[in-house]
């Protein structure tokens, strides 16, 4: 970076910086969305399982009867839910 100062181009040196900057903020950028993509991929699959949930619940409700086999499904779509975490 020293050369580059002494070179007496003043252009030189701001390219650099913006090619520094720039390579930066896309990086940064980068690993961001990296990030971001697998807790979107969670929270999909979590919004899923609550869907899943809440229409076993819904079903199971609409005869204001539970019978056996509606709570061993609300009972494991509920698991499910939580276990994913």
């Known amino acids: 970076m020293a050369v580059l100062l002494n070179s ?7 390219g650099l910086e ?3 900057i720039v390579t930066i903020i896309t990086l940064a950028l980068t690993l961001i969305s990296c990030f971001a993509g697998a807790k979107w991929a969670l ?9 899943t949930l809440l229409s076993k619940i819904t ?3 609409e005869d204001d009867a539970v019978s056996e086999d509606e709570f061993q499904g609300i009972v494991a ?3 499910a839910l939580i276990d994913s975490s």
């Open 77 to 79: 779509a509920a698991k």
């Open 8 to 14: 007496g181009s003043d252009r030189e040196v701001k």
């Open 43 to 51: 929270a999909k699959s979590k919004a899923k399982q609550l869907t």
């Open 18 to 20: 913006s090619e520094l």
């Open 59 to 61: 079903v199971a409700a």
